[in-house]
């Protein structure tokens, strides 16, 4: 039996996508083919959003925000957007959840653990559902 493939995308790859997968990873384990990327990537990885995961034993320091590519959603069994808009292509058959959620972006340490709480109550749910 094939492993899902679930695609998290937000626009920079730097926070909101980083969160899901790694909480994705760190609940599904090898269970689930987890990837992320962002219509416009940044730099690097929100260094709140690294200190934010930490705290919940995920470590994203080794993450690299990566450009959203059209075969990634291709790959896709579920494709969580998180703000990506009309940058995420868009292919019939495909599942496509959106996740409205704050962009961690800027914002102090305080801020962005809200963010990783909801995004992790999510990622757990959907585990639940892919997992069985």
Not at 43 to 72: C, K, R, Y
Request: net charge negative; aromatic share 4%.
């Amino acid at each position: 039996m094939r492993r899902p493939i679930v695609l998290f995308v937000c626009v920079h790859n730097a926070g909101r996508s980083q969160m899901a997968a790694g909480l994705l990873r760190a609940t599904a384990g090898d269970a689930v083919d987890v990837r992320s990327a962002g219509s416009t990537p940044a730099d690097e990885v929100n260094p709140a959003v690294l200190e934010a995961m930490a705290e919940v034993g995920v470590d994203l320091s080794q993450a690299v925000p990566t450009l959203l590519e059209t075969e990634m959603v291709q790959d896709a069994d579920v494709v969580v957007t998180m703000g990506c808009g009309d940058a995420c292509p868009v292919f019939p058959g495909k599942r496509y959840v959106d996740w409205e959620l704050p962009d961690p972006a800027g914002l102090p340490l305080e801020a962005v653990r809200p963010i990783r709480d909801e995004i992790d109550r999510r990622v757990r749910a959907l585990a639940a559902e892919l997992l069985g």
